[in-house]
């Protein structure tokens, strides 16, 4: 399940049955769509926040965690653990447009549209993977440390823990 909240009131709005483990959530407010990442079940429950209702569920990599959406190419990228890989999804057909390969155990994904890279921490390997979003190909991985886990951009959205 996941909650709406009214953040003036701080209140429920309503709650949306979505796939099992909900995970995260990313929203696209032109397309008024919020996608949540469903684990257990290898999903992504796309909902229409103008009637709080599911719209579509798009089945992606196993175990997807992470998810950060992209708004002016039309993209979300969800990063599915267990896979080793980020889907790419459309976000105007809501369909699987791509599937990348980018290390062991990736965790988490933010977007930068000005500079058309995704960057998703790989936790086995101790790198982050920067995709290009326009070819969607992985063009540089960047060695960090042990087991990173969180990503920021400056001037972005802070994604993971």
């Known amino acids: 399940m996941t909650s709406v909240l009214n ?16 995970v995260d959530v990313a929203v696209d407010p032109g397309r008024a769509r919020a996608y949540v ?11 229409n926040t103008t009637t709080n209702t599911v719209a579509t569920t798009v089945p992606v990599g196993e175990a997807p965690w992470e998810v950060a ?4 190419r039309a ?6 653990g267990a ?18 390969t980018v290390g062991t155990e990736p965790a988490h994904v933010t977007v930068d549209p000005a500079r058309d890279r995704a960057y998703v921490t790989v936790s086995g390997d101790d790198t982050v993977a920067v995709v290009n ?6 063009v540089d991985p960047i060695a960090v440390g042990n087991t ?14």
């Not at 993209?75 to 599915?80: F, K």
């Not at 990173?148 to 823990?161: E, M, S, V």
């Open 69 to 72: 959406v992209d708004p002016g």
């Open 83 to 100: 896979a080793d890989s980020l889907s790419v999804i459309n976000t105007e057909t809501n369909t699987v447009v791509d599937t990348i």
């Open 75 to 80: 993209r979300a990228y969800v990063v599915n």
């Open 7 to 22: 953040t003036a009131t701080n209140a429920v709005i309503t709650t949306i049955a979505v796939g099992e483990t909900p």
């Open 37 to 47: 990442t469903n684990r257990e079940d290898a999903t992504v429950s796309v909902i």
């Open 133 to 138: 979003t326009d070819t969607n190909e992985v």
């Open 148 to 161: 990173p886990n969180g990503i920021a951009l400056l001037n972005g959205t802070r994604k993971g823990d």
